[in-house]
């Protein structure tokens, strides 16, 4: 799914009116639905990142914890130092991913622009 698809057009109403009118009551009902649409959405992109996704957002949420519980600035900066270190790691390992031959979408040429991938 693209931001300028027709799929989008129809997914971002549905997301707007659940967010601002289904789930207003709830700040964690709304981060809740933000995070699964979010999944929902890069899934659609290319199901492969979701593991690299869902690994990102676990790694950051357990360790902004460890940040806000650390007393001293050296152990906030140590955590702070994991969290960027475990991130590009897992971001340079998916590098089979992003170089695989065949695309796991079709190649779609934005205003006449030619190809660069087999479609």
Not at 16 to 36: G, I
Not at 41 to 59: E, K, N, P
Not at 67 to 86: D, G
Request: aromatic share 20%; proline share 6%.
């Amino acid at each position: 799914m693209f931001f300028n698809s027709i799929d989008f057009a129809i997914f971002f109403p549905i997301v707007f009116v659940l967010y601002w009118f289904v789930t207003a009551r709830s700040l964690k009902a709304q981060n809740v639905l933000l995070l699964l649409v979010s999944y929902f959405f890069y899934g659609c992109w290319d199901w492969r990142f979701l593991f690299l996704l869902a690994f990102s957002t676990f790694l950051d949420y357990y360790t902004g914890l460890r940040i806000h519980r650390a007393e001293r600035p050296t152990a906030r900066k140590t955590w702070l130092v994991i969290s960027v270190a475990l991130n590009l790691g897992s971001w340079a390992s998916s590098s089979t991913i992003t170089s695989s031959p065949t695309p796991s979408r079709p190649c779609c040429c934005v205003r006449g622009s030619p190809c660069t991938r087999p479609c």
